[in-house]
């Protein structure tokens, strides 16, 4: 299947810090990418749709200017958390189709201090 | 929007057959995923049904009919390393962007 790539896989960082995190597709080209948030034993909930060129999509209940999206390539989308909050501590998920099927990067796990 | 309902937590025997059900409810259908995600991990995916009927991969198989709204995940032979949690998804008729379900948690016990 295709590949992934997500950087960090673990951030600490002190409160009012941002964080950035990388999501690349190794052996694939995406135009989209997704990133999900999780939290302990809930659901994983799609924050944003990130496309190569243009603006990001953002779900309902998420804050652009507090989570920035950039696309920049075929392969390569960030997330920076601006601002960070102990509330913002959580598991970001991102992710990319092929061929029909979602595939997702190892994901970050943020503590916020 | 969309409904998603899965049991929250099951437990096994190793060597022995679980079965994880799924329900939903959506506006129009475009598949239904089924993952895997491990403590602290991503997802991996495991399995996805378009049209009705069984699909075996393995120890695992995923059933779908779609005029109930009703999947399940079937796994045999059970291993101490099925333990994990079960993610159901599905894409509704309007978008490439499945919905995730909370997910079942598996524990396989000797």
Redesign the interface.
């Given at each position: 299947?295709a590949v992934v790539s997500?950087h960090p896989s673990r951030v600490i960082c002190k409160s009012g810090t941002s964080v950035k995190i990388e999501c690349r597709s190794l052996d694939f080209q995406a135009t989209t990418m997704?990133w999900y948030r999780q939290f302990p034993?809930?659901?994983?909930?799609?924050m944003a749709?990130s496309n190569e060129g243009s603006k990001a999509t953002y779900e309902q209940g998420v804050e652009k200017d507090k989570f920035l999206i950039n696309h920049a390539s075929l392969t390569l989308s960030t997330l920076t958390v601006t601002s960070a909050h102990p509330e913002d501590s959580s598991?970001y998920?991102c992710s990319a189709?092929s061929a029909?099927?979602?595939?997702?990067?190892?994901?970050t796990?943020l503590s916020v201090l | 929007g969309q409904n998603i309902d899965q049991p929250t937590e099951m437990t096994a025997t190793e060597g022995a057959i679980v079965q994880i059900n799924c329900t939903y409810q959506t506006s129009g259908f475009n598949?239904l995923?089924w993952y895997q995600q491990h403590a602290?991990?991503?997802?991996?995916?495991l399995s996805?049904n378009v049209l009705d009927g069984l699909e075996e991969k393995g120890r695992f198989s995923s059933f779908l009919s779609r005029s109930k709204g009703y999947s399940y995940l079937l796994l045999k032979e059970l291993q101490m390393k099925d333990s994990a949690s079960y993610?159901c998804?599905v894409r509704d008729g309007g978008s490439?962007?499945?919905?995730?379900?909370?997910?079942t948690?598996l524990i396989v016990h000797p």
């Open positions: 299947g997500q997704f034993k809930q659901s994983l909930m799609l749709t598991f998920i189709h029909e099927k979602l595939f997702f990067g190892s994901g796990q | 598949g995923f602290g991990e991503a997802p991996t995916f996805y993610l998804a490439y962007i499945p919905t995730f379900g909370r997910g948690s």
